[in-house]
């Protein structure tokens, strides 16, 4: 008898014990699920951007079928420079990047491709070239009398902004049945105050922007010697805009 009992016992244990092994090796096998899901994911997202960034439409040098150039249509330099890139809201680092001023288009060259492809516009927010930082402003109503949309440059951000729309004007002469091209410069410098942008081509447009300080604004220029000649004016107003953004947040 005493056999007999423990034969029962032992067979109804069989399949509790079969119960709690299934448990055990269910609970490691839906971990693992999770974790192939997760990496899974990962790794369709690490493709997926950038194919965001590398699906734009080529770019097309058309200064090249010019026999005689001068200058270039590019921000700085006609090579890819150093950059970075904040599109779709993604932000990507350790690109070769140009910026066409004449088109307003900033130029991607992909690795280990002949081509270069054009960034679109509408998915950019900002970029960086060579240690320049250019930002996208989008003019709406109460801003576009002064400012276009496109790409500014970022000169100072502070309690006031200095901003510089950078362009070049293509301009094609004719000499002897040939054609050559050349790309004049054709900057502009804007401050952004209070949400506000104001042109700033001179000296007396800068210093209507901080007439508030004007007093202390104008004695601070006059000490340190400010040029507002075309090859200083840039820095002098960067400068200027410097000293009021101190006074400001005083």
């Known amino acids: 008898m005493k056999l007999q009992r423990l034969a029962g016992l032992a067979l109804l244990c ?33 493709f997926a951007l950038p194919s965001q ?3 734009g439409p080529e770019y097309i040098d058309y200064a090249l079928p010019y026999r005689v150039r001068i200058g270039h249509q590019f921000f700085l ?37 002949p081509l270069s492809l054009r960034l679109i516009n509408d998915n950019v927010q900002s970029f960086s070239v060579s240690s320049h930082r250019f930002v996208r402003l989008v003019a709406d109503s109460a801003s576009r009398r002064v400012i276009e949309t496109g790409y500014y440059e970022v000169l100072l951000d502070s309690t006031v902004q200095v901003l510089a729309r ?21 900057d502009e410098l804007f401050i952004k105050k209070a949400g506000t942008y104001y042109p700033v081509g001179r000296k007396a447009a800068a210093l209507r922007v901080f007439a508030d300080r004007g007093k202390e604004v104008q004695e601070y220029a006059k000490a340190q010697k400010l040029s507002f000649k075309k090859a200083a004016f840039e820095a002098s107003v ?7 953004s101190g006074l400001a947040a005083r």
């Open 14 to 46: 069989v399949p509790l014990f079969g119960q709690r092994a299934a448990a055990q090796t269910a609970a490691p096998t839906a971990a693992l699920a999770s974790a192939v899901a997760t990496a899974e994911q990962q790794y369709a997202a690490a």
């Open 53 to 55: 960034l590398y699906n």
């Open 77 to 113: 330099e006609p090579t890819r420079q150093p950059g970075a890139v904040l599109y779709n809201g993604h932000y990507f680092a350790n690109l070769l990047l140009a910026y066409d001023v004449v088109k307003d288009q900033v130029v991607l060259s992909p690795p280990r491709s």
């Open 166 to 186: 950078r362009s070049k004007r293509l301009q094609e002469h004719v000499a002897q049945q040939i054609i050559s091209v050349e790309f004049v410069p054709q």
């Open 238 to 244: 960067v400068q200027l805009a410097r000293y009021y």
